[in-house]
């Protein structure tokens, strides 16, 4: 958001100066990893939908903006188009028939585990429902990807970001704002003046605004949310034919709620692969949220074996779609990292 914000005002002729926390190589917060689902099927007034269409229009100008100055560029950078499964429990039934009154991009559903299995070639039990969406730039979009392109439009734009720049005090200066900035790697901090400062820090919002909009400290409330990987076990994944392996590729990315409670719901997607080429699987839960001790060391936290174990049960349940001989047992655990939601 601080990135996209600092784009956008370069582009209306604002002098900008964006001060970010980390290298631009990010390790924290949900701008981190190369996947995050973009889909855009949803009802009318869907928030998700809303803001993946918009997002693919403003990258479509930004592409266009670099290009202008260094071509090569493309939206292929930023997005991969792949089908998008959503994966619902049958009370889930109203959800696409909201969206069967106005989608008009192209999208697959099956009601019935025959329909599954004559669609898509899935094994889907009779109290679920599934559809798939089919459009470009639905998939993932990159985060990494995008946050570097919008630094280097800003560049282009003669606006600074100063990498590893903390804020640790924001306060009113007569008519314009004094910020305290420290600098993370050599711990040397100095006084910036500004006549307009943005505030997207996300989780940290609250507690900076403390001197300046102290309400929103009460309005925001961070927070933890994980992430786990998994790759499947390499020597189960090449044992599979070609066909089960796109059935498989074809399965990611989803939405899963066949678990009717909010908890039991989760978003999976592939992020890469191994050095021996099976596929690294990312899995989190919207609710799966627990308090936050100390926001600057959440990021390093390790995942607990509960919520290891809720991910394995809940890639291993998603699997089960593919009717192929893998077990939760073939999923081996590569990391985990944290949001903050």
Known sequence: MGSSTAWQLARAGQDVLLLEKQASEYTEGSGLGEARIARSLGGEG?????????TVAEVEELIAFLNSHEPGHSMGDIYTTSPVSYV???????RIESIQQNQVDRYEYARTPQE???LFDLAMPPDTIMWREYKE???TINPQALIA???KALALLQGNVQYRNRVDELTRDGSAYSLLVTNTETGASRRLRAGKVVSAAGPYTGSLLENVAPYFDSLINPQRVFLAFFEIDPE????????DKQRFSDLYPAINSTDPTPEGSFFTMLEGETSQGSPIIKIGGHFQRSDISDLDSVWREELTEAEIQWSRESTSRHLSLLDLEIGEED???VQGSLLSG
């Not at 189960?236 to 066909?243: D, L, M, Q, T, V």
């Open 88 to 94: 619902r429990h049958r009370t889930h039934v109203f």
């Open 46 to 54: 869907d928030i998700w939908s809303f803001m993946h269409n918009r």
């Open 137 to 139: 730039h639905s998939g």
């Open 236 to 243: 189960i994944y090449h044992s599979w034919a070609e066909a």
């Open 116 to 118: 599954a299995d004559e």
């Open 149 to 151: 392109y919008l630094h």
């Open 331 to 333: 999923l081996n655990y």
